[in-house]
C-alpha cells in the first residue's frame, strides 16, 4: 500500500493498522538519529535507551503530525524524535546539575561579553569573566559537551511561559495565515543566520557542516583534523554562544 493511502486511513478513521505500519516504514529514521547522537553522549547514555525514546517521539510524531502546516512528516518526525531523545535524557536526570549550572553561566558570559565587545570573546576572555582559570574554563566546556543535551534542533528561542521552542514550532498554519506569526517566524530565521554568520570561523564551519550538511561528528573530525572530542566542544561553545544571543529580550541586531 502506497504511504499516502496509509495515512490517509489512519487520519480519516484512526485505522489502527494503518498506524502501525506507518510506524514500521518511518522506524529505520530512529536508529540513524541514535547513531549520531551516541557517539556525543556515549560516555553517559546508552544506544538502546537512544532508540526507545526515539520509537516514542516517532509515534508522538505520527499521532501529532498535521499535514496542513505545509512541513514534510519527516521534517516533523526528525525533530520530534530528537526532542524524545533529549526528554528521555533530562528525565533520567543523568547531567549533573552543575554541569548545567555551569552551561548556562557561560552563556551568560559570553552574552555580557559580547555586548561589552561587539565580538564573539574568547576562551580567556570568558574565563576571566566568570573568575575562573583558563583550564578550568576549558574543562566546563568539556564536561558540557558530554554531558549537558545542546542542539540548534531542540533549541532557537524561550517562549514567555519558558518553553523551549523550534523554528518548526514556529512554522504557522498555512491554510489560516497569521501575518504576524509570519513575520516573526522571518525575524528568528534572520537573527539565528546573522548569530551564526558571526561565530567565530571554526564554530561556525563544524555548525554548518552538522546542521545544514548533516555531517556525524566523525565526518567533522576528519575534515578538520581534529578529535571528535574538540569537534564536540566547538559546537558545545557555538550552541551556548547562539543562545545567548537569541535569548528573549536580546537584540544584537
Known amino acids: 500500500m502506497a504511504t499516502e493511502e496509509l495515512w490517509d486511513r489512519y487520519r480519516s478513521g484512526g485505522d489502527p493498522g494503518a498506524k502501525e505500519e506507518l510506524i514500521a516504514r518511518y522506524l529505520p529514521m530512529v536508529p540513524v538519529l541514535a547513531g549520531r547522537m551516541v557517539m556525543k553522549l556515549s560516555a553517559v547514555v546508552g544506544y538502546e535507551d537512544l532508540v526507545g525514546w526515539g520509537v ?40 549533573p546539575r552543575s554541569v548545567r549550572q555551569n ?75 497569521d501575518p504576524l ?8 530565521k534572520e537573527r539565528l543566520a546573522r548569530a551564526i554568520d558571526e561565530l567565530p570561523d571554526r564554530e561556525k ?7 545544514y550538511d548533516e555531517l556525524t561528528v566523525r565526518e567533522i573530525a576528519e575534515i578538520l583534523g581534529v578529535s571528535e572530542g574538540r569537534v564536540s566542544q566547538l559546537h558545545t561553545r557555538a550552541v551556548l554562544r547562539l543562545r545567548s544571543r537569541l535569548a528573549p529580550g536580546e537584540d544584537h541586531g
Not at 564551519?205 to 546542521?211: E, G, I, R, W
Open 56 to 95: 516514542i517521539g516517532l509515534i508522538e510524531a505520527i499521532e501529532k503530525f498535521d499535514p496542513g502546516r505545509g512541513v514534510k512528516f519527516e521534517t516533523y518526525a526528525k525533530t520530534r524524535i530528537k526532542g524524545a531523545m533529549a526528554d528521555g535524557m533530562r528525565e533520567a536526570d543523568w547531567v
Open 205 to 211: 564551519l563544524v555548525v554548518t557542516l552538522h546542521y
Open 103 to 177: 552551561a548556562r553561566r557561560i552563556a551568560c558570559a559570553y552574552a555580557v561579553l559580547e555586548r561589552r565587545l561587539g565580538r564573539p570573546a574568547t576562551d580567556e576572555e570568558a574565563a576571566s569573566e566568570l573568575g575562573v582559570s583558563l583550564e578550568e574554563f576549558q574543562k566546563m566546556v568539556a564536561d558540557a559537551s558530554r554531558g549537558a543535551v545542546l542542539s540548534l534542533d531542540e533549541m532557537i528561542q524561550m517562549s514567555e511561559d519558558g518553553r523551549q521552542i523550534t523554528l518548526l514550532d514556529a512554522v504557522p498554519d498555512l491554510e489560516s495565515p
Open 181 to 188: 506569526a509570519v513575520c516573526e517566524v522571518e525575524d528568528l
